[in-house]
């Protein structure tokens, strides 16, 4: 519960503070408005630490940049043609803008600017009535002219002005709404979930670059779920990521299975679970995130209904992986991460044939190279990948992996399994055997990596004999 003697008091804290205290004289002295507004003063009334200093003015960009320029260290103008200008001061960065009233052509969801002369009206144009008020300085006013501590006290996102003309003038505010959602642990207001539901389609004209930074941002929160399941039931997620709510598989009365939407939202919350318990001060690991999310992607289309009542998904590791790089890099994502979510996707189901039986440790090996990099990630996501609510073969499943996550260190101590190569290299083949580089150089490497995976470390003289032997038996 928002406690409101506190709340007042932080805003005092935030008022106080050296940079707002140093901008709110420097205007002031100058005869213009400021105000902290958005986040800052939403944070602050939450209780929330923010790092963010935005602030708001009646002052036109170069009035803002002659201001600031003595009390700042660097100044940017990459926002000037919306009226923003940036600088850092006293070692942290701020922007400052023009008051706003934008109109947006509703067509490109590009604003065409136009400079307001009051906070009030800056205010109303912006996203959510939470982030919609201002902390004016240095005379400490809380302005909140569409009720935002109000929609505080009772944890609900609400648009400052009718949800269909919010959405119809920026329709990323439909995204902001379901990462809000999951950021504050916030309800969405009916009419703005009915609203998204109604003007889904708008997200059209939406850069795919847009959609991804607001994806990002989402699965960056502590519980991301919360918001995903705004997407989902309002239909917005068909737009842009439509293999998510394809996961609800129908359930009928003689084929009885869990239902993988539901698994999949489980597995995203113990990913996360376990990445802070392993990695505390790490950041959000998004492709691991993803990866969660997507796992199961590839199960829609390879799910059949045997006799009997049973149910398979035969390959839809191999299906998913597939799908998940076409979903990325429809989302405009950097090779690095969709190469990454596309592997783990591929590989989560590897590990659960070692729960059935013990491997050798050219099994182990195998696993270790065939993940990479991504070995610690593909730990996380295939121990969260468990959510049956057998206890029994939960543990055993626990069990199995313990076990492996050890037979791994133990191989770590007794040779580099972390880069397992051939003991000889190509140079090297090429003088054993009197080769020129090409085709059978690599057929060779190949016989050794699979000798060096199978036996672990032989020594170059064991090596050589052996691919020696390998050579004479082709003839």
Known sequence: MLNMVESLARLEELAAHPVVATLARVFADAGRDLAIVGGPVRDALLGRTTHDFDFTTDARPDEI?????????????????????????????????TYRADSYDGVTRKPTVEFGDTLEADLSRRDFTVNAMALRVPARTLVDPTGGVEDLLAGRLRTPIDPAVSFGDDPLRMLRAARFASQLDFAVDPDTLDAIAELRGSLEIVSPERIQAELVRLLQTDDPVRGIRVLVETGLIEEFLPEVPALRLEVDEHHHHKDVYEHSLTVLRQAIALEKKRHPDAAPDVPLRLAALLH???????????????????????????????????????????????????????????????????????????????????????????????????????????????????????????????????????EVLGLTPGREVGEAYRFLLELRLDEGVLGEDEAEKRLREWWAARG
């Open 296 to 430: 199961d992607i590839g199960k829609p289309a390879t799910r059949r209904l045997e006799a009997g009542g049973g149910v398979t998904f035969h390959h839809h590791d191999i299906k998913g992986a597939r799908l998940a790089r076409k979903r990325l890099q429809a989302l405009r994502f950097d090779a690095a991460t969709t190469t990454v979510v596309t592997r783990l996707v591929e590989l989560h189901l590897r590990f659960f044939g070692y729960a059935e039986g013990a491997w050798t440790d050219a099994a182990v090996r195998r696993y270790v190279r065939d993940a990479g990099d991504e070995l610690e990630r593909l730990h996380i996501l295939t121990r969260a990948d468990v959510t049956t609510r057998n206890k029994r073969k939960a543990q055993r499943l626990a069990s199995a992996y313990d076990d492996i996550e050890a037979r791994i260190a133990a191989l770590r101590e007794q040779e580099e399994i972390d880069s397992i190569r051939p003991e000889l290299d190509g140079n090297r083949i090429q």
């Open 65 to 97: 940049l002659a201001l600031v320029k003595p009390v700042s260290s660097v100044q940017w103008d990459v926002g000037r043609a919306f009226g923003t200008i940036g600088a850092k001061v006293k070692g942290e960065q701020v922007e400052i803008t």
